[in-house]
T-cell receptor
Framework: AQSVAQPEDQVNVAEGNPLTVKCTYS??????LFWYVQYPNRGLQFLLK??????LVKGSYGFEAEFNKSQTSFHLKKPSALVSDSALYFC??????????????FGTGTQLKVEL | ETGVTQSPTHLIKTRGQQVTLRCSSQ?????VSWYQQALGQGPQFIFQ???????GRGNFPPRFSGLQFPNYSSELNVNALELDDSALYLC?????????????FGEGSRLTVL
């Protein structure tokens, strides 16, 4: 069974400072990893993904994430946070070994709050 | 704008009733997935439809069922509603079933069961 852990319910950061939102995962085969963002009363928006290749992936709005196989982690990062980045962030995983198409397992989410 | 539209946006039902939620996928997408997001939780996979057939299911009972139509739009039906079915129901469309592409989510249908 696949699972995702987001250990922090909330992350607070000052605008202009770097931010990190943590994610660890568990799958049987090679992981397909995703980050999505959710604004209040809205659906989820795709930020970035890791399927294979370079461990550092870059995505939308200046976000990036680093895949670390030995630590089974896929932390989301941004060098300089903006107030408009404040939202709920979800990490998700799919087991690349088994079938199941678009069955993603999501974490419980991390609320990011960026303050002036 | 993602192009995935869901209806209705909000609805209230009573326990035991039945509900149908609708989803129009983004142009060019042939796969639709449905997720349930309870308050304060991450989305949970219900099932996926590809070529008008269910192609993958999560840990949900049979009273959760669906359809996909030739134009790739989809319905989620829930029978015998329970209080715990209160949640935001999200539809996501994509192309194919390889699972390597991003999902495009609608804004959801918020169901309240009283």
């Amino acid at each position: 069974a696949q699972s995702v852990a987001q250990p922090e319910d909330q992350v607070n950061v000052a605008e202009g400072n770097p931010l990190t939102v943590k994610c660890t995962y568990s799958v049987s085969g090679n992981p397909y990893l995703f980050w999505y963002v959710q604004y209040p009363n809205r659906g989820l928006q795709f930020l970035l993904k890791y399927i294979t290749g370079d461990n550092l992936v870059k995505g939308s709005y200046g976000f990036e994430a680093e895949f670390n196989k030995s630590q089974t982690s896929f932390h989301l990062k941004k060098p300089s946070a903006l107030v408009s980045d404040s939202a709920l962030y979800f990490c998700a995983v799919r087991d690349g070994l088994t079938g199941g198409g678009n069955k993603l397992t999501f974490g419980t989410g991390t609320q990011l709050k960026v303050e002036l | 704008e993602t192009g995935v539209t869901q209806s209705p946006t909000h609805l209230i039902k009573t326990r035991g009733q039945q509900v149908t939620l609708r989803c129009s996928s983004q142009s060019g997408h042939n796969t639709v997935s449905w997720y349930q997001q309870a308050l304060g939780q991450g989305p949970q996979f219900i099932f996926q439809y590809y070529r008008e057939e269910e192609n993958g299911r999560g840990n949900f009972p049979p009273r959760f069922s669906g359809l996909q139509f030739p134009n790739y739009s989809s319905e989620l039906n829930v029978n015998a509603l329970e209080l715990d079915d209160s949640a935001l129901y999200l539809c996501a469309s994509s192309f194919g079933t390889a699972g390597t592409g991003e999902l495009f989510f609608g804004e959801g249908s918020r169901l309240t069961v009283l």
